[in-house]
Each structure stands twice: as structure tokens, then as C-alpha cells.
């Protein structure tokens, strides 16, 4: 039996493939490192820029990279930061911040300009992320079930479990309900064999059990989100009625089902009116989540009412909540004065209408694009973290920061290029 040569260094490189399996590789890193492996986060980035380097057409798709919206989206974020470095207080985390937030520049040019992924690549990913998820979740469960009772009484006092891996519990979940339906989606595709199409789904099911045994608040709450849009755009976009009729029912009965048969979900909702409760109420909040983000709103909202336009400074946001803790307390004491857990108002803290609207045309910005509205994968995932980011400040850890710029670079970006390639080959558009 005769064996084909391996391919040379040389021919790796000039067929594209090497930039190919450098992006590749990239991309197993960085859901490795989101579930597991917090080094390979930082790994992955850089495994992206050499699948950069080794773009055999170089020059011509650094060209195309600039000519890409969702590209420039990012970059002026990131500009807007480099520009408040004039009236930040904060340098040590100034510099900080400007080398952490570097992705918002890198992982855009390398979706950009990389060979790209095939489909059977792009799905293998997705799979990755979708399986790994749910496997993670498996083991965070049989944790759970080893000792429910006492997991159930630490829910009715607020707490929450994080991922066997220590992933902390708010991102965890919001990755559930992504893989909730980001495995839905993918097992729709015509490319995926039987055998993935039945695990994906099985996975699926698997996230969506684990976010309601766990009572996630975060991650539940952007699941129904994402449901009820659904509805919606079946409903009202596509005038699916019977497909609308079963996702409403869905969207009524699963929590109705889940209040009335999981402890888990009955505790967590009992803490969830307590804690608030305390809060209407000027009761001491130190030991209450939900109350203490409260006031943390309202000490964001104090400090963007007196910097409405530049905000603090990106830099300067936990200082100035500090600063303002100390005149308003709400009664907490030093160790409970929480950050601002809404990205919305971290933004309009730091950087105040001004960068809010730069985030808002990062966040919404891609979907004047109508390939982006059609894209199903595009479509929930903004959605979902769209509305994650009103109870937490996603991007403030590195994790959270991580999950978005990934999946922004591969579903967005990755969607304008795609898009701006079939245009380039066109017959009578000019171009080859």
C-alpha cells in the first residue's frame, strides 16, 4: 500500500492550509480554555495572529480587513479607550486595560484576514463548545446531586455553584443557554451526520436541564429572553403559527414545570424575593446579592449623572464607585461595596454616552447588515448576551471578555467576510 508524501512547510504555507489549521487550532483553544484551561485564553490569541502571518495572501487581505464594518466597530472602542488615557486618574490600570482589551482589535483582524475555517471546521468548533459545555454541566450536576440537600439550602440563602473547573457560576450559565441553542441550530445542519445531529440535540437537552436544576438566575433569564424572541420572530417575522404555538408553550410550561418540581428552582426564587424585599424594605443587605447590585446601580447612576458625556474614565469606573460608596453606603460595609454588574451602566460610568454609543454600535451595529439579521447563530447569540449584560458587567472579567470577542470575531466577522466574498465573486461585480 502506497502512502501520499506529506505535504511540505513550503506547500502548507502557499495552499493556505497552514493559516487554515493555525486559525483552527486558535479556535479549540480558546473554547478549551473558556471551559477548563484558563492559560489557553491567553494562548489562543497569539496562535491567531501567527494563523495571520501565515496568510499566503497577505497584503491583499490586510486591505479587506479595513473595508469590514464589524472590524471597525471594535477598533473604535478600543481608540476610545487609548484616547481617555488624557483624563484618566487610574494609570496602573489604565495600562492594564489597554493591554487586556487588545483583542478587540486582534481577534477581528484574525477572523478577518486568516484563511478561514471550512464548514466542517466552523461545525467541529461548534460542536466542541456545545459538547464540552454540556459535559461540564453533567459533572457540575452529579456534584450537586451528591449532596442536593445542602446545595438546595445554600440556593435559599442566595448562593450559587460554580463549574466543577471553577468557572464562575454567572458566565457558566450564560454558556448553558448559549449551548442550549447553539446546539439546536447546528444539528438543523445539513453537514451533520446522524449520529452528531442526535448527540448535539442530547447536549442541548443537557444544558437546559442543568440551568434549571442549578436555579442559574442569569442564565434563566436569558434563555426565556431568547425564547420569547424566538416566538416572536416565528410569529410575527415568519408567520409560523403552529411552530409559534409550540414555543409559547414551551415558554409557559418549562418554568411552570420546573417551579413546581425542583426544590432548586423553589428556593432560589424564595431567596430571590427575600433579597429583594430587603432592599424596598432598608433592611442591613450586606449578605443579599440582588440587593447589593441595586445599590450598586444606584451608585453607578449618581456618578453618570455628574459625568454624563466622558463618564470617569474606563480606568477610573472602580475608583469612582468607591469614592461614591463612601459618601452613600446604602449600608454596606467596605467589603460588600460591589462593582456595577450592568454593562450598560459600567459604560456610561467610564465612558458615558459617548461610549455607550460605541458599544451600541459594537453590540447592534452588525445588524444593519441584513446577512447578519439572516444568520440564526448571529441573531441569538447577541441577543442572549445582549441581555446577560443588563444584570452583569460581562466584559469586566476575563472570561466574560473573552466569550464575547470570540464570538464576535467568529459569527460576525466571519459572517460580513463571507458575505463580501460572494459579492467580490459575483459574475459582472468586477472583481475575481
Not at 301 to 306: A, S
Request: glycine letters at 8%.
Amino acid at each position: 500500500m502506497a502512502f501520499l508524501p506529506l505535504p511540505s512547510f513550503r506547500q502548507l504555507y502557499q495552499s493556505g492550509r497552514l493559516s487554515q489549521y493555525l486559525l483552527l487550532l486558535a479556535c479549540v483553544a480558546g473554547v478549551v480554555g473558556l471551559l477548563m484551561a484558563r492559560a489557553l485564553i491567553a494562548l489562543s490569541p497569539v496562535v491567531g495572529v501567527l494563523a495571520v502571518a501565515a496568510q499566503p495572501n497577505l497584503r491583499r487581505q490586510l486591505a479587506g480587513w479595513w473595508s469590514l464594518r464589524t472590524a471597525w466597530f471594535p477598533a473604535l472602542l478600543y481608540l476610545f479607550l487609548v484616547i481617555s488615557g488624557l483624563y484618566t486618574a487610574e494609570w496602573a490600570v489604565y495600562r492594564h486595560e489597554l493591554f487586556r482589551q487588545l483583542p478587540l482589535l486582534g481577534v477581528p483582524l484574525v477572523f478577518a484576514v486568516a484563511v478561514p475555517l471550512t464548514a466542517r471546521q466552523r461545525l467541529g468548533v461548534g460542536s466542541l463548545f456545545v459538547l464540552g459545555v454540556a459535559g461540564l454541566g453533567l459533572a457540575t450536576l452529579a456534584e450537586y446531586l451528591m449532596n442536593a440537600a445542602q446545595a438546595n439550602n445554600a440556593f435559599g440563602s442566595g448562593q450559587n455553584m460554580p463549574s466543577v473547573t471553577g468557572v464562575f457560576h454567572i458566565h457558566f450559565s450564560i454558556m448553558l443557554a448559549l449551548a442550549v441553542y447553539i446546539g439546536m441550530l447546528l444539528a438543523r445542519e445539513k453537514i451533520v451526520g446522524t449520529a452528531l445531529r442526535w448527540l448535539l440535540r442530547a447536549a442541548s437537552i443537557t444544558a437546559l436541564v442543568v440551568l434549571h436544576v442549578l436555579a442559574y438566575r442569569t442564565g434563566l433569564l436569558v434563555f426565556y429572553a431568547t425564547l420569547l424572541l424566538d416566538v416572536v420572530l416565528v410569529v410575527v417575522m415568519r408567520r409560523q403559527w403552529r411552530l409559534g404555538l409550540v414555543l409559547a408553550a414551551l415558554l409557559v410550561l418549562l418554568p411552570w414545570g420546573a417551579l413546581h418540581t425542583l426544590v432548586s428552582v423553589q428556593q432560589r426564587l424564595e431567596a430571590t424575593h427575600f433579597d429583594l424585599e430587603q432592599f424596598s424594605l432598608g433592611h442591613d443587605i450586606n449578605n443579599y446579592s440582588l440587593s447589593k447590585r441595586l445599590a450598586a446601580w444606584h451608585t453607578a447612576n449618581v456618578i453618570f449623572q455628574t459625568h454624563p458625556v466622558l463618564g470617569v474614565a474606563p480606568a477610573d469606573v472602580r475608583a469612582a464607585m468607591m469614592q461614591q460608596y463612601a459618601w452613600q453606603s446604602f449600608g454596606l460595609t467596605p467589603a460588600n461595596w460591589v462593582m456595577v454588574h450592568n454593562q450598560y451602566l459600567h459604560y456610561l460610568v467610564g465612558g458615558g454616552l459617548v461610549q455607550l454609543g460605541l458599544w451600541l454600535l459594537v453590540l447592534l451595529g452588525p445588524l444593519a447588515q441584513p446577512a447578519q439579521r439572516r444568520n440564526p447563530y448571529v441573531i441569538h447569540c447577541i441577543w442572549l448576551l445582549a441581555i446577560a449584560m443588563l444584570t452583569d458587567s460581562l466584559l469586566e472579567l476575563q472570561i466574560g471578555f473573552n466569550l464575547f470577542v470570540f464570538l464576535y470575531g467568529f459569527l460576525v466577522v466571519s459572517t460580513e467576510r463571507q458575505t463580501a466574498a460572494r459579492v467580490c465573486n459575483t459574475p459582472g461585480s468586477g472583481t475575481v
